[in-house]
Antibody, heavy 120, light 105 residues
Framework: QVQLVQSGSELKKPGASVKLSCKTSGYTFASYGMNWVRQAPGQGLEWMGWINTNTGSPTYAQGLTGRFVFSLDTSVSTAYLQISSLKTEDTAVYYC?????????????WGKGTTVTISS | DIQMTQSPSSLSASVGDRVTITCRASQTISTDLNWYQQKPGKAPKVLIY???NLQSGVPSRFSGSGSGTDFTLTISSLQPEDFATYYCQQSYSGPTFGPGTKVDI
């Protein structure tokens, strides 16, 4: 079945960088887009953007700074989110979520999330 | 950006109750509206897509309606496993989520 397996929790200091992974299985990776969604503690869901898994072209949500980068390794059907110059406000759970065919923004399968904690 | 609002922000209900959650978009989004359920410590799960279509595997007690700017999620008979937070999400452009409605006992 379709699975999105995300990397484990991260504890980082402000100013550091982190790269999260989302390894997929059970479907043709390049046929469906991948979204990234974050959720700060006790808060709602925030769409960060998506990456076209066929072309590698990312689209970032308005207001998302250049500190966030989406990438792929199609050889291992894995999507990545790299965050640089980490700030305490980046503390959140980060989800990858697969798009459905014909609707980039409908997300039918989600990873379990990666908890990122930024603290000095 | 299209802003989404939900009401109520929380509600208390009992097993067997009929529950209705409302979602409103700041501009027309046709039927590009999805509903997700999230339980504590878990990832969201899609329930309804395109305003009124039940996602495969989701119980038929869940239903959605609406178009344009006003949408509704209804749970016809609340079950113990339905206590969760529900989010609407517009997929018309650069998706945005509503703030959520927490359903508890």
């Amino acid at each position: 079945q379709v699975q999105l397996v995300q990397s484990g929790s991260e504890l980082k200091k402000p100013g550091a960088s982190v790269k999260l992974s989302c390894k997929t299985s059970g479907y043709t990776f390049a046929s469906y887009g991948m979204n990234w969604v974050r959720q700060a503690p006790g808060q709602g869901l925030e769409w960060m953007g998506w990456i076209n898994t066929n072309t590698g072209s990312p689209t970032y949500a308005q207001g998302l700074t250049g500190r966030f980068v989406f990438s792929l390794d199609t050889s291992v059907s894995t999507a990545y989110l790299q965050i640089s110059s980490l700030k305490t406000e980046d503390t959140a759970v980060y989800y990858c979520a697969k798009s459905v065919a014909g609707n980039i923004y409908k997300m039918d399968v989600w990873g379990k999330g990666t908890t990122v904690t930024i603290s000095s | 950006d299209i802003q989404m609002t939900q009401s109520p922000s929380s509600l208390s209900a009992s097993v067997g109750d009929r529950v209705t959650i409302t979602c409103r978009a700041s501009q027309t989004i046709s039927t590009d509206l999805n509903w997700y359920q999230q339980k504590p410590g878990k990832a969201p799960k899609v329930l309804i897509y395109a305003a009124s279509n039940l996602q495969s595997g989701v119980p038929s007690r869940f239903s959605g309606s609406g178009s344009g700017t006003d949408f509704t999620l209804t749970i016809s008979s609340l079950q113990p496993e339905d206590f969760a937070t529900y989010y609407c999400q517009q997929s018309y452009s650069g998706p945005t989520f509503g703030p959520g409605t927490k359903v508890d006992i």
